[in-house]
């Protein structure tokens, strides 16, 4: 692998303008800006309508700025989100004579300095399943986010249909895999069971190491950790760059350009790179479904219909963030991925029955709207480069077997015991300080029976405990309140592998009720990113899958699997 450098970076300023003489004295909502107007006219401050989270559009409501999506709230006085260590920068801006406001933006690209002309050998392209992709050129593969079978999220989250059984073979003889982020519907430790140790893995190089972490963990020793935005070639006309999510999360995308094609996956991010990306591209892959997130579905601070409301709006928030990248790459071809997934246990569905997600044909009007081709995702399918022509061409596959759902879930019970002294112990070695008390209740599948010992825990001033039920408190002033109710085998596997503690929020394992309503974005970013180590991993003693390869043709493939801890 060669690192050849970075990409050009270039800029085209635009300017707006804003009369002063039109606003009045303390925030104003102007088109695609918040301005704050002190007294003789003075201009306070500026800052964009787009949320630092997840990339939605806030709406002024007093001196406050709310995100609709994820109901965070930015304190307008302070630019600081409400319990969240991001702040909200201000927008570049000039004060001209007093008499109008200039609004700096502008329309940044990335071009690739090291891209040749279109090469005459093929480059073939095949959707696997989810996140899964494999791509192929030169005599060399790549295959990206491998999940082709078992349960992601603790049951909480299957793959919407099986994957082909040649799939698995393609991950095994693949020469690299790329891994986004450390969720398991991405990094599968099941699927990954299947490749030697020493498979070279490529991941973004995050400060926290959280994917690494994982990868190490699982026994991989050939992890290799590449900058962000640096080009490097792993092959003949082979390059690639991981670039990072605009947002904080730890997530990131990979763009790809091979025999002169540029090629974007975007993964799971929120505006990729803060939407500064390569134009006129040649494929363009997203994310497109939303319904990824505990949020609403799993917060009953919120009526029914109220999260309904939400999910709405997150799904038409996940379209325009569609648009968006459309935009902003311009590409010739799209092909919506990522958001294959299903909650298909008995004991989820509500969640299964309520949280409605875009489908892959709803983008193809909005392709043909902006003279993009688009391209349905097709397991039996292999697109191919050549000669600056793009083609199709359907396979013979055979496909896995439908999973078992009750097998998986009836194993984790087995095999996860809750224990509140284990909790407590965990808790207090966490090392979080922060005015926020929470209240972990242990339930059964429906949330609606307490069925062990709850654990109270207080942040700010180091108090960890077992309560009685009786005693579970609503609120507390100057402190942040959550009631976390959590299916019993879930928080005990989530403490004893030190899992983030997103895994059961997305998986939908737990149920929320909180004071304030506002989302403790410190507290699950420290669970998930801080406090996860190498000496645990995201995985379980038993081979779950085996309920899926345990079956011919397959099954001499396979019979060699074991476990991690065996």
Same mark, same amino acid.
């Given at each position: 692998?060669?690192?050849?450098?970075?990409?050009? %970076?270039?800029?085209?300023?635009?300017?707006?303008?804003?009369?002063?003489?039109? @606003?009045?004295?303390?925030?104003?909502?102007?088109?695609?800006?918040?301005?704050?107007?002190?007294?003789?006219?003075?201009? @306070?401050?500026?800052?964009?309508?787009?949320?630092?989270?997840?990339?939605?559009? %806030? =709406?002024?409501? /007093?001196?406050?700025? =709310?995100?609709?999506? #994820?109901?965070?709230?930015?304190?307008?006085?302070? @630019?600081?989100?409400?319990?969240?260590?991001?702040?909200?920068?201000?927008?570049?801006?000039?004060?001209?004579?007093?008499? !109008?406001?200039? +609004?700096?933006?502008?329309?940044?690209? +990335?071009?690739?300095?090291?891209?040749?002309?279109?090469?005459?050998?093929?480059? &073939?392209?095949?959707?696997?399943?989810?996140?899964?992709? !494999?791509?192929? *050129?030169?005599?060399?593969?790549?295959?990206?986010?491998?999940?082709?079978?078992?349960?992601?999220?603790?049951?909480?989250?299957?793959?919407?249909?099986?994957?082909?059984?040649?799939?698995?073979?393609?991950?095994?003889?693949?020469? !690299?895999?790329?891994?986004? #982020?450390?969720?398991?519907?991405?990094?599968?430790?099941?699927?990954?069971?299947?490749?030697?140790?020493?498979?070279?893995?490529?991941? /973004?190089?995050?400060?926290?190491?959280?994917?690494?972490?994982?990868?190490?963990?699982?026994?991989?020793?050939?992890?290799?950790?590449? /900058?962000?935005?640096?080009?490097?070639?792993? /092959?003949?006309?082979?390059?690639?760059?991981?670039?990072?999510?605009?947002?904080?999360?730890?997530?990131?995308?990979?763009?790809?350009?091979?025999?002169?094609?540029?090629? %974007?996956?975007?993964?799971?991010?929120?505006?990729?790179?803060?939407?500064?990306?390569?134009?006129?591209?040649?494929?363009?892959?997203?994310?497109?479904?939303?319904?990824?997130?505990?949020?609403? =579905?799993?917060?009953?601070?919120?009526?029914?219909?109220?999260?309904?409301? =939400?999910?709405?709006?997150?799904?038409?928030?996940?379209?325009?963030?569609?648009?968006?990248?459309?935009? $902003?790459?311009?590409?010739?071809?799209?092909?919506?991925?990522?958001?294959?997934?299903?909650?298909?246990?008995?004991?989820? #569905?509500?969640?299964? &029955?309520?949280?409605?997600?875009? %489908?892959?044909?709803?983008?193809?009007?909005?392709?043909? &709207?902006?003279?993009? &081709?688009?391209?349905?995702?097709?397991?039996?399918?292999?697109?191919?480069?050549?000669?600056?022509?793009?083609?199709?061409?359907?396979?013979?596959?055979?496909?896995?077997?439908?999973?078992?759902?009750?097998?998986?879930?009836?194993?984790?019970?087995?095999?996860?015991?809750?224990?509140?002294?284990?909790?407590?112990?965990?808790?207090?070695?966490?090392?979080?300080?922060?005015?926020?008390?929470?209240?972990?209740?242990?339930?059964?599948?429906?949330?609606?029976?307490?069925?062990?010992?709850?654990?109270? $825990?207080?942040?700010?001033?180091?108090?960890?405990?077992?309560?009685?039920?009786?005693?579970?408190?609503?609120?507390?002033?100057?402190?942040?309140?959550?009631?976390?109710?959590?299916?019993?085998?879930?928080?005990?596997?989530?403490?004893?592998?030190?899992?983030?503690?997103?895994?059961?929020?997305?998986?939908?394992?737990?149920?929320?009720?909180?004071?304030?309503?506002?989302?403790?974005?410190?507290?699950?970013?420290?669970?998930?990113?801080?406090?996860?180590?190498?000496?645990?991993?995201?995985? *379980?003693? !038993?081979?779950?899958?085996?309920?899926?390869?345990?079956?011919?043709?397959?099954?001499?493939?396979?019979?060699?699997?074991?476990?991690?801890?065996?």
């Amino acid at each position: 692998m060669k690192r050849l450098g970075k990409f050009n %970076l270039i800029k085209n300023l635009k300017k707006k303008k804003v009369y002063i003489d039109t @606003l009045k004295e303390g925030f104003n909502s102007v088109k695609d800006h918040i301005i704050k107007i002190g007294k003789n006219n003075t201009v @306070l401050q500026v800052i964009d309508k787009t949320c630092d989270h997840a990339g939605g559009r %806030l =709406i002024l409501k /007093g001196d406050k700025a =709310i995100c609709p999506m #994820h109901n965070w709230s930015l304190n307008l006085n302070t @630019l600081e989100y409400n319990n969240s260590h991001v702040c909200k920068k201000e927008a570049e801006h000039k004060v001209i004579n007093d008499s !109008y406001i200039e +609004l700096l933006s502008s329309s940044s690209f +990335l071009e690739n300095q090291y891209r040749n002309k279109f090469k005459d050998e093929n480059l &073939n392209i095949r959707w696997l399943n989810h996140a899964t992709v !494999y791509i192929e *050129s030169n005599g060399v593969s790549l295959i990206t986010d491998p999940w082709l079978f078992g349960p992601a999220f603790m049951t909480g989250w299957w793959l919407k249909d099986p994957s082909t059984v040649d799939s698995i073979e393609l991950l095994k003889k693949a020469d !690299y895999i790329y891994i986004s #982020h450390n969720h398991p519907d991405h990094l599968h430790p099941e699927t990954l069971s299947l490749l030697s140790r020493d498979k070279k893995l490529i991941v /973004g190089d995050f400060s926290t190491k959280s994917t690494e972490k994982y990868l190490k963990a699982l026994g991989f020793n050939n992890i290799i950790s590449l /900058g962000f935005n640096d080009i490097y070639e792993i /092959g003949s006309e082979f390059q690639i760059s991981i670039m990072k999510s605009g947002d904080f999360r730890d997530d990131s995308g990979i763009y790809l350009n091979i025999n002169g094609y540029q090629i %974007l996956l975007t993964v799971d991010c929120n505006f990729l790179n803060s939407n500064i990306l390569p134009q006129n591209i040649d494929l363009l892959m997203t994310s497109f479904a939303a319904g990824a997130s505990g949020f609403p =579905i799993c917060y009953d601070d919120y009526t029914l219909e109220e999260k309904r409301n =939400i999910l709405n709006r997150n799904k038409m928030g996940r379209k325009s963030s569609v648009i968006n990248y459309l935009n $902003a790459t311009k590409p010739k071809n799209y092909i919506p991925y990522a958001g294959m997934f299903k909650e298909y246990s008995k004991r989820d #569905h509500f969640v299964r &029955n309520n949280n409605e997600k875009n %489908l892959t044909n709803d983008f193809d009007q909005i392709c043909t &709207n902006l003279n993009i &081709n688009y391209i349905e995702p097709k397991r039996d399918e292999v697109i191919s480069f050549k000669n600056g022509i793009i083609s199709k061409k359907n396979i013979n596959v055979t496909y896995l077997h439908k999973e078992d759902t009750s097998f998986y879930i009836e194993k984790y019970k087995e095999e996860y015991i809750y224990d509140s002294s284990v909790l407590i112990s965990y808790l207090k070695k966490s090392q979080f300080y922060n005015n926020q008390i929470l209240q972990i209740i242990p339930t059964n599948d429906s949330f609606d029976e307490i069925v062990d010992e709850v654990v109270y $825990a207080d942040f700010k001033n180091q108090i960890y405990k077992t309560i009685n039920s009786d005693d579970i408190i609503d609120s507390k002033d100057e402190f942040r309140v959550m009631k976390l109710f959590v299916r019993k085998e879930i928080i005990a596997c989530v403490v004893e592998n030190k899992l983030p503690w997103e895994d059961f929020s997305i998986g939908f394992q737990m149920r929320v009720l909180r004071t304030p309503n506002e989302y403790e974005s410190e507290f699950w970013y420290h669970f998930t990113n801080v406090y996860i180590n190498s000496e645990h991993f995201r995985y *379980s003693s !038993y081979c779950g899958s085996c309920s899926v390869i345990n079956q011919k043709p397959i099954w001499n493939t396979f019979k060699s699997i074991k476990s991690i801890k065996n």
